[in-house]
């Protein structure tokens, strides 16, 4: 159930260095001391969840178990509809240990190849507590797939997503400007007219 967030900190429950920049640049207005996983040494939980919503909770709940702090992660991914609905909640899977997004991209448009280009990424941020207390966010944004990759801002499947109504792909636009409009935003939306509104 959302409340307002009083604390002064927060673990950011992720291991991915774009999303930590990404999600400080969002909170940096409410001036909360934003933490990341790695800076703290928290080990990666296993994503063992059938949703983005079960394993954004299960993030979570792992790195308030480990600090006694609040904690916020986000789950990700993209979701072709020709590919039924994958990579989606495996997006970083298919990108490999070594987190090769230039393989996924490749192996996604191998798999797509002259098939419907539709597109969306999702993101389900999860906001736990010590005290149990959790709440759940998602934000969706549809496109199509480009292809060759275009840009090198961004991270994940970035650079081959466009946005419906736009003409550059995420890995093109500024930072600042994809920041406003992308899937995160709209569940980072949410979450701040719950919570921090």
Do not use: Q
Request: proline share 7%.
């Amino acid at each position: 159930m959302p409340r307002r967030f009083s604390d002064e900190r927060l673990v950011i429950a992720s291991h991915n260095p774009g999303k930590i920049v990404e999600i400080g640049a969002l909170l940096a207005p409410y001036r909360v001391a934003t933490l990341g996983a790695a800076e703290l040494g928290l080990a990666e939980p296993e994503e063992t969840g059938a949703t983005f919503e079960e394993n954004a909770a299960l993030k979570a709940r792992a790195a308030v178990k480990a600090t006694s702090l609040p904690a916020l992660a986000d789950d990700s991914g993209l979701v072709v509809p020709a590919l039924d609905g994958a990579p989606g909640i495996y997006s970083a899977r298919w990108a490999g240990p070594g987190r090769d997004f230039s393989a996924a991209m490749e192996r996604v448009n191998r798999e797509l190849g002259t098939r419907d280009r539709s597109a969306s990424f999702v993101s389900v941020l999860a906001l736990a507590w010590p005290d149990g207390a959790e709440a759940l966010f998602r934000g969706e944004v549809s496109g199509t797939l480009a292809w060759p990759p275009r840009g090198d801002n961004g991270f994940g499947f970035d650079p081959i997503f466009v946005l419906d109504g736009h003409r550059l792909t995420f890995g093109e636009m500024a930072p600042e400007e994809k920041y406003r409009i992308d899937h995160r935003a709209g569940a980072f939306a949410k979450l701040v007219a719950a919570c921090f509104g």
